[in-house]
């Protein structure tokens, strides 16, 4: 029987070649499913043997090369642009760090056939957990504030599919139909937001944004973020401030964009939010003290 959905899973990487290669060969033993996967992953110059050791296990998988710059959201816009028009019917966004279950892709196959239309317009979010069990990344929906808005995770139904507003880019399925409606990832952000802008998007143009019952994997928190990046308490005001433009950081033109697309007369006030604390740095550096 030939399969029932053609999908193309966009991954990205850089000098993780131990993880990287894990999450692909988790993606390889996929049980039961209708799906055809082919693969393509962008390597943003990995320095640890990462593309020789994909080229020699793995010579059916499209490679992508970067100079180094890109991080994760020019890496998918770039690998993207790449291969969107592969007939397919839909893309898999896979980060390399998440460990697919075995029946992820049976599962994902299963919501697709309830629910895309003729049009293939569809998103379908897998949520991941860490060993512990816990939810670590998922959708959103959005709690509207006067002058603002914030987005609020949402934990997958044990048994039926939710709708949510956007999304973490872990696990996500976009189909073709999504594509012709509002284009690829947007390349204007830096490292993340991007993820969240397109489910943004997304749900503007009345496009169906999907939850997936439970969670499709395994994907552990980012801790380096979490622990040494912008906004983690355990840093000082003056460390933050200098991490701010990194990728474990918010990069102010970055989140003008988010901001500027999404909040609403109010934007500029949501701009300035999460950098209120850095204020003081600011002018202390200003005034030469």
């Known amino acids: 029987m030939p399969p029932s959905i053609q999908i193309m899973v966009l991954m990205v990487c850089r000098n993780r070649r131990d993880t990287t ?46 100079d180094g710059t890109a991080f994760w959201n020019g890496g998918l816009h770039q690998l993207w642009s790449e291969v969107r028009d592969t007939p397919v019917d839909a893309f898999l966004w896979l980060n390399d760090d998440t460990f ?40 959103y929906d959005v709690a509207r504030t006067p002058f603002a808005f914030r987005l609020r995770r949402v934990l997958p139904h044990a048994t039926s599919t939710m709708p949510v507003t956007t999304f973490n880019g872990n696990v996500v399925l976009i189909g073709r139909g999504v594509v012709d ?3 690829i990832n947007d390349p204007g952000f830096f490292h993340n937001l991007g993820d ?20 499709l994997g395994v994907c552990e928190s980012n801790a380096a973020k979490l622990n040494r990046g912008y906004g983690s308490p355990q840093l000082s005001v003056f460390d933050q401030w200098r991490k701010v433009r990194t990728h474990h950081g918010l990069p ?15 934007w500029p006030l949501h701009f300035i939010l999460p950098y209120r604390h850095l204020l003081r740095v600011w002018h202390w550096r200003s005034s030469g003290r």
């Open 181 to 183: 409606a509002i284009g």
């Open 100 to 139: 697919l279950d075995d029946d992820a892709l049976m599962r994902l196959a299963t919501v697709w056939e309830a629910v895309a239309d003729e049009d293939r317009r569809a998103v379908l979010v897998g949520a991941t957990r860490g060993k512990d069990g816990v939810v670590t990344y998922s959708g």
């Open 252 to 266: 102010p033109r970055s989140w003008l964009r988010f901001t500027r697309r999404h909040s609403g007369k109010w």
């Open 21 to 66: 290669m894990a999450a692909i060969d988790r993606l390889k033993r996929q049980e039961g499913t209708s799906i055809a996967a082919s693969i393509a992953v962008f390597d943003d110059a990995s320095t640890d043997g990462t593309p020789e050791a994909i080229a020699q296990h793995h010579p059916d998988v499209r490679l992508v090369h970067g």
């Open 196 to 215: 969240l802008d397109y489910g943004l998007r997304a749900r503007g143009a009345g496009i169906s944004v999907l939850l997936l019952p439970g969670t």
